[in-house]
């Protein structure tokens, strides 16, 4: 078995495979040649983990996700995580990789997506809520697909924004990075926003005028219990994108707007369903795609991934 730690994994694949590998997800999505269980989410004292199985014909893949929120205290990644990939006709155990890195390139892959298809192409702001590992993630895709000038950056409990910041002008020199003192400064200066929060209880402002003609992108709400996004942005939305039909369940960002009838849902549609050209949507108004992740993107990523790896001879083979 072939095992693919992070730098291996930076090694095998770049931005645009990555981005097309998560693109052939969502149609595989929409076409339902595939077989994906509801992920399973255990609660314990305040921790997360989640178990995500998916089949295609030729593999199938199974990631354990661990989500820690006190880790950020601790200066330790909120998020580990590990992927095994096995072969689909005979179930061979092909390779363990570093699920903590492929869930923080394929999310950033998902929200790139959501912007390539949800904004118009012309933006040249962005706003991010959130300075952690995935927001890192989602402003570096985010970078690749539009041609971003300026990014705003909001996190009230990051105390290292600067350090952040320059993390990022390593891998994006010639784009200006602000901080901002509020959600509010963010949203004001930027045509399209990422949140990539924990947060329990909106982090966006609620004062409907600031959402007009906005793109949201709404990646960290992945449970009930936690809403990134107020009331006040879905009284301006016509359609609502989400990455998979159990989003409407399992973020609180949809859920308690259907339970409180703010939004219906025939609102709703999967991206796969606007990359598939079976709805159209206008840029020019308000725009939402909220994700909440599924292992169908860890499956096609992490075969692509494993692709590259052999024929580049990338990673550790060990006997299991």
Not at 33 to 51: A, C, Q, Y
Not at 99 to 126: C, D
Request: proline content about 4%; glycine content about 8%; charged content about 25%.
């Amino acid at each position: 078995m072939l095992i693919l730690n992070e730098s291996d994994i930076i090694q095998a694949v770049d931005f645009n495979e990555l981005l097309k590998s998560v693109e052939e997800a969502f149609l595989i999505q929409e076409s339902g040649n595939f077989n994906m269980p509801d992920r399973t989410h255990i609660d314990n004292e305040g921790n997360v983990l989640l178990l995500m199985p998916c089949f295609t014909d030729d593999f199938f893949s199974t990631k354990l996700v661990s989500v820690f929120p006190a880790n950020k205290n601790l200066g330790k990644p909120v998020i580990y995580g590990s992927v095994l990939l096995n072969d689909g006709k005979t179930g061979e155990p092909l390779t363990m990789l570093n699920g903590s890195k492929l869930t923080a390139l394929r999310t950033g892959a998902v929200g790139a997506m959501g912007l390539l298809y949800t904004t118009p192409k012309n933006i040249k702001t962005l706003g991010l809520i959130g300075a952690g590992i995935q927001g890192f993630h989602q402003v570096l895709f985010a970078c690749a697909v539009r041609e971003i000038e300026k990014v705003f950056i909001y996190d009230p409990f990051n105390k290292n924004i600067e350090t952040f910041i320059k993390d990022l002008k390593k891998y994006l020199p010639n784009i200006k990075f602000s901080r901002c003192l509020s959600a509010e400064d963010v949203l004001e200066n930027s045509e399209a926003i990422i949140t990539a929060t924990t947060s329990l209880k909106p982090v966006l402002p609620d004062k409907k005028s600031l959402y007009e003609g906005k793109h949201i992108i709404g990646i960290g709400s992945f449970k009930p219990g936690m809403q990134e996004l107020p009331d006040v942005l879905f009284k301006s939305l016509d359609q609502i994108f989400v990455d998979t039909e159990y989003a409407k369940k399992k973020s609180g960002d949809l859920s308690i707007q259907l339970d409180n009838g703010i939004i219906q849902e025939d609102q709703i549609y999967t991206l796969g369903q606007l990359i598939d050209k079976k709805v159209i949507i206008d840029e020019s108004k308000t725009t939402l795609f909220k994700s909440v992740g599924m292992a169908l993107f860890d499956l096609m990523v992490a075969k692509k991934i494993y692709s590259n790896a052999l024929q580049r001879g990338i990673g550790t083979e060990v006997k299991f």
